[in-house]
């Protein structure tokens, strides 16, 4: 099965974000960002296992928008780090994609992602 992408409502909005800052102790990964209203948004992403991001362009899937938060299910990203051991079994692995538009494309593969 391939995997297929959902746009989700996690409380928050990455459209037009700005200031983008990562926070990352080995363990935990912790999101800051002003929203499109300039409100102060800090995200914690548990178990971090990788988080990428990127400014350039990139390929949307025609379940994406360019300013929305989606959830990756039957992510190749959670499957390969199972296949070599960096994650465990037992633990629900998700894999997000925050597509900020004007700032970017965050990744984050953890076990649990919450505004605080």
């Given at each position: 099965?391939?995997?297929?992408?959902?746009?989700?409502?996690?409380?928050?909005?990455?459209?037009?974000?700005?200031?983008?800052?990562?926070?990352?102790?080995?363990?935990?990964?912790?999101?800051?960002?002003?929203?499109?209203?300039?409100?102060?948004?800090?995200?914690?992403?548990?178990?971090?296992?990788?988080?990428?991001?990127?400014?350039a362009?990139?390929?949307?899937?025609?379940s994406?928008?360019?300013?929305?938060?989606?959830?990756?299910?039957?992510?190749?990203?959670?499957?390969?780090?199972?296949?070599?051991?960096e994650?465990?079994?037992?633990?629900?692995?998700?894999?997000?994609?925050?597509?900020?538009?004007?700032?970017?494309?965050?990744?984050?593969?953890?076990?649990?992602?919450?505004?605080?």
């Amino acid at each position: 099965m391939s995997q297929n992408i959902e746009i989700i409502d996690l409380g928050f909005s990455v459209a037009d974000a700005e200031d983008i800052t990562f926070k990352f102790d080995g363990a935990d990964l912790v999101l800051e960002f002003n929203d499109w209203q300039e409100n102060h948004i800090t995200i914690k992403c548990e178990n971090t296992l990788g988080f990428k991001f990127q400014n350039a362009e990139y390929e949307l899937s025609e379940s994406e928008r360019f300013d929305s938060c989606h959830i990756v299910h039957d992510s190749e990203w959670v499957k390969e780090h199972l296949k070599q051991g960096e994650a465990w079994e037992g633990e629900n692995w998700l894999h997000y994609k925050l597509n900020f538009n004007a700032a970017g494309v965050v990744e984050v593969l953890c076990s649990k992602l919450a505004k605080t």
